[in-house]
């Protein structure tokens, strides 16, 4: 990851934020776990059409290939941004 190690924004919040009052922060561990599950979601979600890509070129069905492609490129476009929104951090 070019020298960048990923952080969820959990660890962030209680470390750089544990001098801070809890309560002030409650709704940024629910927000950023509801982050997370989107993100994984996308990415079970793209292998998934990665495997019926697969099975619609073996049988020469690039209509619905091109579908299914074009589907998971949304999908990698929107995971990317949820990612941009986690924190990164220099090791």
Partial sequence: MGGY?????????SHRLVANKDSAFIGINTRMERLDIAV????RRIC???T?????????DHKRLG?????????QRQTSRLQN???????
């Fill in 5 to 13: 190690a990923y952080i969820g924004i959990y660890e962030y919040v």
């Fill in 40 to 43: 994984a979601e996308n990415e």
């Fill in 48 to 50: 998934e059409l990665t």
């Fill in 52 to 60: 019926e890509a697969q099975r619609y070129t073996a049988s020469y």
């Fill in 67 to 75: 579908d299914c492609l074009k589907a998971a490129e949304k999908l």
């Fill in 85 to 91: 929104l986690s924190l990164y951090k220099d090791p």
